[in-house]
């Protein structure tokens, strides 16, 4: 991996160079994780239905272990092909009233900007869009989608998602926030965006810029393990509060990447103290192609529970969506309350059952 980034260092941190530079086949990674030999034509098949890319920047967060936590999320794995599952549990596709806009509740949309992304994670839960054309959403679609968000006055709140929103150019991001701004009953505007863990040289001054004429901006971004926050990402991310982005993070509960206390502990605090608010906790759902990063829920649950002896600031919302479109539930603390006389039995995380008093005055 050394060699990688010493044979670029002058370009390592120009975003268009690391994107050109992306690795888009399974063999091109071969020599720096040589165990992958044995499986390369496996892995080729299943790269035939499940794209693959990773930037050099990723990949050299990177060990050469097959249980690598940052490997697990870009090799790809036979049982993608495998196991069946739903495309779109959260039937995203049926609340769509125009293309690329999802409208599921009421006070909010997603607007689907592109269905590009510099590393194909192995865990996405939009990979059924992996298999369309590559498309960035210009034109009469997005005027479109623009014009519902304009006559729904109920909603409050649009996300810019996909696909990855911070690969549009920053003139195309400039457009579509003006518009946004424009419509007087949007109260947030929000980006879902994994460039801070795959590509944070896209973080640039310009398009700080951009952000600070619509600020605030709110930013939720995706990491799943401490080793993706790398001390530039680090740095990237300060940077841009100065512009009025306002950063939350969402983690994904992964098999084998993160399925730990102490893992998802460190992950939190260092999160936190890098500015960005640990937001969700999400349970991997029953996506095709994904199943095999679940965690059962009921260890989910005790993993969480095991999360809440720590700093609340710290904790994220455990949450998960209900197949077949049942919408996200939040498994808030799974706390025991008994009525007692004059008061309740509740059982703590740590300290067994003990007595909260009724108010004195009825
Ligand atoms: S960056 Fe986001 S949208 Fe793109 S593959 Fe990863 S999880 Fe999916």
Same mark, same amino acid.
């Given at each position: 991996m050394e060699n990688l980034i010493s044979a670029n260092r002058e370009l390592w941190f120009d975003w268009k160079w690391q994107l050109m530079n992306s690795l888009k086949r399974i063999e091109d990674i071969v020599d720096y994780f040589p165990f992958l030999k044995e499986d390369l034509e496996n892995l080729k098949w299943v790269t035939k239905k499940y794209r693959f890319s990773v930037t050099p920047y990723y990949l050299s967060l990177a060990e050469n272990d097959p249980d690598d936590p940052i490997l697990k999320q870009i090799i790809p794995d036979v049982l993608e092909i495998a196991r069946r599952g739903d495309p779109d549990p959260y039937r995203e596709d049926e609340h769509s009233p125009v293309p690329h806009l999802v409208h599921r509740y009421s006070d909010r949309v997603v607007l689907l900007v592109t269905n590009i992304c510099p590393v194909y994670c192995r865990h996405c839960m939009r990979k059924r869009w992996w298999r369309r054309k590559g498309y960035v959403l210009r034109g009469p679609l997005l005027e479109e989608a623009l014009n519902y968000i304009r006559a729904h006055e109920e909603v409050k709140d649009v996300l810019l998602s996909g696909g990855e929103?911070?690969?549009?150019?920053?003139?195309?991001?400039?457009?579509?926030?003006?518009?946004?701004?424009?419509?007087?009953? !949007? &109260?947030? +505007?929000?980006?879902?965006?994994?460039?801070?863990?795959?590509? @944070?040289?896209? #973080?640039?001054?310009?398009?700080?810029?951009?952000?600070?004429?619509?600020?605030?901006?709110?930013?939720?971004?995706?990491?799943?393990?401490?080793?993706?926050?790398?001390?530039?990402?680090?740095?990237?991310?300060?940077?841009?509060?100065?512009?009025?982005?306002?950063?939350?993070?969402?983690?994904?509960?992964?098999?084998?990447?993160?399925?730990?206390?102490?893992? !998802? &502990?460190? +992950?939190?605090?260092?999160?936190?103290?890098?500015?960005?608010? @640990?937001?969700? #906790?999400?349970?991997?759902?029953?996506?095709?192609?994904?199943?095999?990063f679940r965690v059962p829920l009921s260890r989910a649950i005790e993993i969480y529970r095991q999360l809440m002896n720590f700093s609340g600031m710290a904790l994220p919302k455990f949450a998960l969506d209900l197949p077949e479109g049942g919408g996200k539930v939040i498994i808030s603390s799974p706390c025991e309350v008994r009525k007692m006389e004059n008061g309740y039995l509740v059982r703590s995380n740590d300290r067994g059952e003990v007595f909260y008093p009724d108010p004195p005055f009825k």
């Open positions: 929103p911070l690969l549009l150019k920053d003139e195309e991001l400039d457009y579509i926030l003006s518009k946004l701004r424009e419509i007087k009953h !949007l &109260k947030v +505007l929000r980006i879902g965006s994994r460039v801070p863990v795959t590509l @944070p040289m896209r #973080l640039t001054e310009s398009l700080g810029r951009v952000f600070e004429k619509y600020a605030p901006i709110y930013i939720n971004t995706h990491f799943n393990h401490p080793r993706e926050l790398s001390d530039f990402t680090i740095e990237r991310m300060k940077n841009f509060t100065r512009y009025g982005v306002i950063w939350g993070n969402q983690t994904v509960l992964l098999k084998g990447v993160n399925d730990s206390v102490e893992i !998802l &502990k460190e +992950l939190f605090y260092n999160l936190l103290s890098a500015g960005v608010r @640990p937001y969700y #906790l999400f349970q991997c759902d029953p996506v095709e192609g994904v199943e095999h």
